[in-house]
């Protein structure tokens, strides 16, 4: 079984940075695409980044040049830096990886989430 922890959700102010982690442990073989989802009350949910297992990253053009995606392939690691935060990052944030099992399974594992909130 695989799973996916995450951390670092909480409180700041606008303006503040706050930085998620997301670990995956269990039967891998190999992570491939890993990204970080949001939703908001009264909204959908949104890819707000990923990253792929090479290093490539694409962004949700509200989140550009403010977030930062990164991940630490060594220990499964998945990251989202988080700088200039606005009130309207408010969400309860996800995070996802599509991954080969040690079965050579492909499957596409979510976080419990964690939520973020931006206010002063």
């Known amino acids: 079984q695989v799973q996916l922890v995450e951390s670092g959700g909480g409180l700041v102010q606008p303006g503040g940075s706050l930085r998620l982690s997301c670990a995956a442990s269990?039967?891998?073989?190999?992570?491939?695409?890993m990204g970080w989802y949001r939703q908001a009350p009264g909204k959908q949910r949104e890819l707000v980044a990923a990253?792929?297992?090479?290093?490539?990253?694409n962004y949700a053009d509200s989140v550009k040049g403010r977030f930062t995606i990164h991940r630490n392939n060594a220990n499964n690691t998945v990251y989202l830096q988080m700088n200039s935060l606005k009130p309207e990052d408010t969400a309860v944030y996800a995070c996802?990886?599509?991954?080969?099992?040690?079965?050579?399974?492909?499957?596409?594992?979510w976080g419990q989430g964690t939520l973020v909130t931006v206010s002063s």
């Open positions: 996802n990886a599509a991954l080969l099992t040690t079965m050579r399974r492909y499957v596409k594992v």
């Open positions: 269990g039967s891998i073989f190999s992570i491939n695409d």
């Open positions: 990253i792929t297992s090479g290093g490539s990253t």
